[in-house]
């Protein structure tokens, strides 16, 4: 039983660390945007805002999964 364990013990933190890893890639990308928003003329703002707003739902999926993870993982160490 312990074989299993681990086995999935390691699999759900290599979930984590790459939920972690996208989690940073959305938040690099909505940063750039912002950026962008700065510097930008009024036509393109509406897209750039589009696309924030895509980022922030991504960033909230991701935010969900590695709770969801978390969870999973302290209910193994339980």
């Known amino acids: 039983m ?3 364990r681990d086995k999935v013990k390691k699999y759900q933190e290599k979930k984590l660390t790459e939920a ?3 989690l940073e890639y959305y938040k690099e990308a909505k940063k ?5 928003l700065q510097n930008s003329i009024n036509k393109d703002s509406e897209e750039i805002m589009k696309k ?5 739902e991504f960033i909230e999926i991701w935010n969900k999964n590695i709770e969801k993870i978390k969870n999973e993982l ?3 160490k339980s």
């Open 20 to 22: 972690k890893q996208k």
């Open 2 to 4: 312990n074989f299993f």
């Open 32 to 36: 750039n945007l912002e950026n962008l």
């Open 52 to 56: 924030i707003s895509k980022q922030n």
């Open 74 to 76: 302290q209910k193994l």
